[in-house]
């Protein structure tokens, strides 16, 4: 009988050692978070904000927009905001973005950079 209970909690317990891994591993979103504003660029030029709360910030909006792109996101994305040329930050979809030879709108970008061609 002891056996038995003592089965059932360590199979409880490693159910929730392996939820607890699933829950902190976030997939592809910590891929772009290795870059980090202060980590190896000069300034933040972009950022996502998520109803959790966590802002993730990147050094270009090519970063922001491959993020954006991903399939998996920690949460739901709330504004994606690029910063202009005064420092302020302004609502990524009434940007226009360049892009090789082209200008992009929001939609484009977010297109160009599904089918992997952000730089």
């Given at each position: 009988?002891?056996?038995?209970?003592?089965?059932?909690?360590?199979?409880?317990?490693?159910?929730?050692?392996?939820?607890?891994?699933?829950?902190?591993?976030?997939?592809?979103?910590?891929?772009?978070?290795?870059?980090?504003?202060?980590?190896?660029?000069?300034?933040?030029?972009?950022?996502?904000?998520?109803?959790?709360?966590?802002?993730?910030?990147?050094c270009s909006a090519g970063a922001m927009f491959?993020?954006?792109?991903?399939?998996?996101?920690?949460?739901?994305?709330?504004?994606?905001?690029?910063?202009?040329?005064?420092?302020?930050?302004?609502?990524?979809?009434?940007?226009?973005?360049?892009?090789?030879?082209?200008?992009?709108?929001?939609?484009?970008?977010?297109?160009?950079?599904?089918?992997?061609?952000?730089?």
């Amino acid at each position: 009988m002891q056996t038995m209970i003592r089965r059932r909690l360590a199979c409880a317990l490693a159910t929730l050692i392996f939820a607890a891994a699933l829950y902190e591993g976030d997939g592809p979103a910590r891929a772009h978070e290795a870059r980090p504003a202060g980590a190896g660029c000069g300034a933040v030029r972009a950022q996502i904000r998520y109803d959790s709360g966590r802002t993730l910030r990147y050094c270009s909006a090519g970063a922001m927009f491959a993020q954006l792109a991903a399939q998996e996101q920690p949460g739901r994305v709330r504004a994606a905001q690029v910063l202009d040329g005064g420092g302020r930050w302004l609502d990524a979809r009434h940007a226009v973005y360049p892009h090789g030879a082209r200008r992009l709108d929001y939609r484009q970008m977010l297109a160009a950079c599904a089918r992997a061609a952000c730089d």
